[in-house]
C-alpha cells in the first residue's frame, strides 16, 4: 500500500514568515494530493490540492507543489498569520482510497 | 462548498452501552463515506468504507462487529459502537465524497468526541 511520510511534525514561524510542510510518497499510482488543515476539536478541511498533470497550484498565500518523478510534494504558506496555526496533513489518492501523512502542528508567533 | 455533518459532536457513555454517530451529507448525494478514527496529535486512521446500499469494507484490525456501519441512503451514514470500552474513546470523524463533486475531493464532518467512562 501507499506510505505518506510527512515533515516537520511540529513548525513555529513568526508572524509574516513563509512556512514549508514536504510529503513523500511511495506509490505512483496516486494521482491526487490534497492537503487540509485542521483546528482542535474539528474535522479536517480542504485548503488547496493539487492533481499529478500539474506541477504547482497557487490560492493567494497558499501554494502547492508536486515533483512526480521524486514522490514529494510539498505546502507553502506566505505571510503566515496568527490563525494560519492548526494542524496541517498531506495525502494522497489512489483509486477510491485516500492514505494521510501524520500531520504538522504549525505554530505562527505573534 | 460541500458540507457533512455529524452528530453528536461530543458523547459521554458508560462501559457496556452501545453509541450511534451519524454523518450526514447535507447538500450532495455522498456515494462513498469514511470513517476514520484519531487519537490525541496523531493522524486519521482509516476504519472502514462504506458504499451507499452495500455492506461496508473494513480496514485490517477493525472490529466489524464491534464498528457497525450502515450507509442506508446517499445522505446518511452510521456508526454504532457496541459494548463501548474506556479503549474505544477517540475522535471519530466522517468525510463523503459523491454525485456533483469532483472524482478527487472528500469532504470531512466536524468529528464526534466519544468518552467512554
Known amino acids: 500500500g501507499e506510505n505518506v511520510e510527512q515533515h516537520p511534525s511540529t513548525l513555529s514561524v513568526q508572524e509574516g514568515d513563509s512556512a514549508v510542510i514536504k510529503c513523500t510518497y511511495s506509490?505512483?499510482?496516486?494521482?491526487?494530493f490534497p492537503w487540509y488543515k485542521q483546528e482542535l476539536g474539528k474535522g479536517p478541511q480542504l485548503i488547496i490540492d493539487?492533481?499529478?498533470?500539474?506541477g504547482e497550484k497557487k490560492d493567494q498565500r497558499i501554494a502547492v507543489t508536486l515533483n512526480k518523478t521524486a514522490k514529494h510534494f510539498s505546502l507553502h504558506i506566505t505571510e503566515t498569520q496568527p490563525e494560519d496555526s492548526a494542524v496541517y496533513f498531506c495525502?494522497?489518492?489512489?483509486?477510491?482510497?485516500?492514505?494521510f501523512g501524520t500531520g504538522t502542528s504549525l505554530t505562527v508567533i505573534p | 462548498g460541500a458540507v457533512v455533518s455529524q452528530h453528536p459532536s461530543w458523547v459521554i457513555c458508560k462501559s457496556g452501552t452501545s453509541v450511534k454517530i451519524e454523518c450526514r451529507s447535507l447538500?450532495?448525494?455522498?456515494?462513498?463515506m469514511f470513517w476514520y478514527r484519531q487519537f490525541p496529535k496523531q493522524s486519521l486512521m482509516l476504519m472502514a468504507t462504506?458504499?451507499?446500499?452495500?455492506?461496508?469494507?473494513?480496514e485490517q484490525g477493525v472490529e466489524k462487529d464491534k464498528f457497525l456501519i450502515n450507509h442506508a441512503s446517499l445522505t446518511l451514514s452510521t456508526l454504532t459502537v457496541t459494548s463501548a470500552h474506556p479503549e474505544d474513546s477517540s475522535f471519530y470523524i466522517c468525510?463523503?465524497?459523491?454525485?456533483?463533486?469532483?472524482?478527487?475531493?472528500?469532504?470531512f464532518g466536524p468529528g464526534t468526541r466519544l468518552t467512554v467512562t
Open positions: 468525510s463523503a465524497t459523491g454525485a456533483g463533486l469532483s472524482f478527487y475531493e472528500q469532504y
Open positions: 506509490d505512483s499510482a496516486s494521482n491526487y
Open positions: 493539487i492533481r499529478s498533470n500539474v
Open positions: 495525502a494522497t489518492k489512489r483509486g477510491n482510497q485516500f492514505y
Open positions: 447538500d450532495f448525494q455522498a456515494t462513498t
Open positions: 462504506s458504499n451507499e446500499g452495500s455492506k461496508a469494507t473494513y
